[in-house]
């Protein structure tokens, strides 16, 4: 009998170490240009950023169906960055698919023409909501998350680093996005060496005040790209080589983001204090940053398929336009000791590297 309870015993230490041993998890799942981002703890504790558009609830099956192939049942954790379709737009689809534990978003504030958006993430979330501030930590076990962006506010105290960014001295302005790209949520993530940085749609100008003249966040191993990649209105240079990505992960659509020129965004000349020039191809400006070791998109950039504006093709998820793509993910998974491998669903293509100390 005893003999019996030392083996159950040490079944159970083996499970409950087996369960531990679990890798952090990324996945990008595919929204043809919108976003939704699933992170799974080495616990096994989940957390969703944003649910991508509302079309036939396309992207709310994408999600789930990855969800569930990560042996999930449910997502503890539910970020909206801010309220614009693209991102807001699975949401209620999404909540009759698979249970929700607690959502976190922005304020109340919304734009009039995003009010849609706004009404369909406050049903779903009744309740079960928290309105985030720059500074709010979401409990996911096992890794440190940080709110550094919300209602058009920026996290106060350094979260990494902290130091001058010289950079700022002649960085170029723009001309601010949309209202909700302003305002938006963005996080940071830490796993020991390992330090993600999401910022969703946040503008250029804004991003300018994580960095400038203090960089808050310090330099980053992985970066989701702001803006889907349409680094006209994001990606600013002082921006960029302050938190010197090691690899970028691009959330763009086979015509957004990557490639997309958007021309409501302009650049702010200051005759007084000339801004130093800067690459304008998005893709270049991030080739361009120092110690750049991987950038990996979601989609071929249908607008401009010139290969030299795009990263290899090993590293592309999807080449296909919307009404055939398969929605292929990428997917990182993290080790404790900052090993972390990137893997492209369309063709198995994997490459390892080592977070930064």
């Given at each position: 009998?005893?003999?019996?309870?030392?083996?159950?015993?040490?079944?159970?230490?083996?499970?409950?170490?087996?369960?531990?041993?679990?890798?952090?998890?990324?996945?990008?799942?595919?929204?043809?240009?919108?976003?939704?981002?699933?992170?799974?703890?080495?616990?096994?504790?989940?957390?969703?950023?944003?649910?991508?558009?509302?079309?036939?609830?396309?992207?709310?099956?994408?999600?789930?169906?990855?969800?569930?192939?990560?042996?999930?049942?449910?997502?503890?954790?539910?970020?909206?960055?801010?309220?614009?379709?693209?991102?807001?737009?699975?949401?209620?689809?999404?909540?009759?698919?698979?249970?929700?534990?607690?959502?976190?978003?922005?304020?109340?504030?919304?734009?009039?023409?995003?009010?849609?958006?706004?009404?369909?993430?406050?049903?779903?979330?009744?309740?079960?909501r928290?309105?985030?501030?720059?500074?709010?930590?979401?409990?996911?076990?096992?890794?440190?998350?940080?709110?550094?962006?919300?209602?058009?506010?920026?996290?106060?105290?350094?979260?990494?680093?902290?130091?001058?960014?010289?950079?700022?001295?002649?960085?170029?302005?723009?001309?601010?996005a949309?209202?909700?790209?302003?305002?938006?949520?963005?996080?940071?993530?830490?796993?020991?060496?390992?330090?993600?940085?999401?910022?969703?749609?946040l503008?250029?100008?804004?991003?300018?005040?994580?960095?400038?003249?203090?960089?808050?966040?310090?330099?980053?191993?992985?970066?989701?790209?702001?803006?889907?990649?349409?680094?006209?209105?994001?990606?600013?240079p002082?921006?960029?080589?302050?938190?010197?990505?090691?690899?970028?992960?691009?959330?763009?659509?086979?015509k957004?983001?990557l490639?997309?020129?958007?021309?409501?965004?302009?650049?702010?000349?200051?005759?007084?204090?000339?801004?130093?020039?800067?690459?304008?191809?998005?893709?270049?400006?991030?080739?361009?940053?120092?110690g750049?070791?991987?950038?990996?998109?979601?989609?071929?950039a249908?607008?401009?398929?010139?290969?030299?504006?795009?990263?290899?093709?090993?590293?592309?998820?999807?080449?296909?336009?919307t009404?055939?793509?398969?929605?292929?993910?990428?997917?990182?998974?993290?080790?404790?000791?900052?090993?972390?491998?990137?893997?492209?669903?369309?063709?198995?293509?994997?490459?390892?590297?080592?977070?930064?100390?």
């Amino acid at each position: 009998m005893k003999h019996a309870f030392i083996l159950l015993a040490a079944a159970v230490f083996a499970f409950a170490n087996a369960a531990q041993a679990r890798d952090l998890e990324i996945i990008w799942i595919d929204t043809e240009g919108g976003a939704a981002t699933l992170i799974i703890t080495p616990s096994g504790e989940s957390m969703l950023i944003d649910t991508g558009y509302p079309d036939n609830d396309r992207d709310a099956a994408r999600v789930n169906t990855a969800a569930r192939e990560a042996g999930l049942t449910k997502i503890d954790h539910l970020v909206l960055s801010h309220y614009h379709r693209d991102h807001a737009g699975g949401i209620a689809a999404l909540a009759k698919m698979i249970p929700v534990g607690r959502y976190y978003g922005p304020n109340d504030k919304v734009e009039l023409v995003n009010r849609e958006w706004y009404d369909s993430f406050t049903t779903a979330s009744a309740g079960k909501r928290t309105i985030v501030k720059p500074g709010d930590r979401i409990p996911l076990k096992g890794v440190d998350v940080r709110v550094v962006a919300a209602n058009e506010q920026m996290i106060g105290k350094p979260v990494n680093g902290g130091k001058t960014n010289p950079l700022c001295d002649n960085a170029a302005d723009m001309s601010p996005a949309a209202f909700e790209n302003s305002r938006m949520v963005g996080v940071f993530l830490s796993y020991g060496n390992f330090k993600f940085l999401n910022l969703l749609d946040l503008d250029w100008r804004t991003e300018l005040q994580l960095v400038c003249p203090l960089n808050k966040v310090g330099k980053i191993t992985l970066y989701q790209s702001s803006r889907h990649g349409g680094l006209d209105g994001a990606g600013a240079p002082a921006f960029l080589n302050a938190i010197l990505p090691q690899v970028i992960v691009v959330n763009n659509g086979p015509k957004k983001g990557l490639g997309q020129v958007d021309k409501r965004i302009q650049p702010i000349v200051n005759m007084a204090k000339p801004a130093a020039p800067y690459e304008k191809n998005s893709y270049l400006r991030m080739a361009a940053i120092p110690g750049i070791e991987g950038i990996w998109q979601g989609h071929l950039a249908l607008l401009d398929k010139d290969p030299a504006h795009n990263t290899a093709e090993d590293m592309i998820a999807n080449f296909e336009e919307t009404a055939e793509c398969k929605g292929n993910v990428i997917k990182a998974s993290i080790a404790r000791d900052g090993k972390f491998t990137i893997t492209n669903a369309r063709n198995g293509y994997r490459k390892t590297y080592t977070a930064r100390k």
